[in-house]
Each structure stands twice: as structure tokens, then as C-alpha cells.
């Protein structure tokens, strides 16, 4: 037995946009990876800020010195471009949250249908569906 949508209940192939109810929880979802992806950056930042610091290591020897600023230079890059990237991180999902006030959150930019409410549960600040993303590679 095939199962039908409750009475008045549009499937998402039917729908133009979520529900009030629906937005709700995606607001919930992605201010709770916000705060999380916040707080990360801060560490991050602050791992930073600390490397920054010059340590006061009396034991290092002339050329073990050199070796470490080099891993230490490596380190620093690596840790600015994942700061990078939880920057824009942040920044993209401050953007869905502006897309959900706005009424247009789940909305593909690409073929204006629904985004199907796993792919936005798995990466909510996504602007395309699979099957956009998929005419993007080909």
C-alpha cells in the first residue's frame, strides 16, 4: 500500500517553499552549528594569536631553531586558511538564517525547487539541490 500525504498536505514536489514550522527547525539547526562553528573559529584564533607569541625555549640549539620556524610557519598557514574557512563557514550559514527571515531558505538558486529536507538537514546552507549541483559538473 502506497503511502499518501496527510490531507492538505503538499509533497515537496508540490511545494513552493517550507512551512513556518519547518523553518523553525532549520533556524534551530543552524544557529546551534553557528554557535558551534563560532567557537571553533575562537580557538582557532586564539591558537593563532598564541603561536604569535614568542616562546622563551633557552634549551633549542642554532639550527634546531631554524627547523622549527619553518614547521612552525607551516603550522601557522594551516591554521589561517581553516580559520579562512570557518569564516566563511560562519558567513554562510549567517546567510541561510537571512534567507529563512526572508522567506526564500530551501529554495534552489539554480532550478527554484525544493531542496529536499535531508540535503538541508546534512548541509544546511546550501542555495542548490543535488541535481543542480549535478548540471554544475557535467
Do not use: W
Amino acid at each position: 500500500m502506497a503511502h499518501k500525504p496527510a490531507q492538505g498536505v503538499a509533497s515537496s514536489d508540490e511545494r513552493t517553499r517550507y512551512s513556518e514550522e519547518e523553518l523553525k527547525e532549520f533556524e534551530g539547526l543552524i544557529n546551534r552549528k553557528l554557535d558551534k562553528a563560532k567557537e571553533e573559529y575562537k580557538i582557532l584564533k586564539d591558537t593563532l594569536n598564541r603561536n604569535n607569541d614568542e616562546g622563551t625555549d633557552a634549551t633549542s640549539g642554532g639550527n634546531t631553531k631554524v627547523l622549527e620556524d619553518g614547521a612552525e610557519t607551516a603550522e601557522k598557514e594551516n591554521l589561517s586558511q581553516l580559520a579562512a574557512r570557518q569564516q566563511k563557514y560562519i558567513t554562510n550559514l549567517e546567510n541561510a538564517l537571512v534567507r529563512i527571515k526572508n522567506g526564500t531558505y530551501g529554495i534552489c538558486s539554480v532550478t527554484g525547487k525544493l531542496i529536499p529536507k535531508e540535503r538541508l538537514i546534512a548541509v544546511p546552507h546550501t542555495t542548490q539541490s543535488i541535481e543542480a549541483k549535478m548540471m554544475q559538473q557535467d
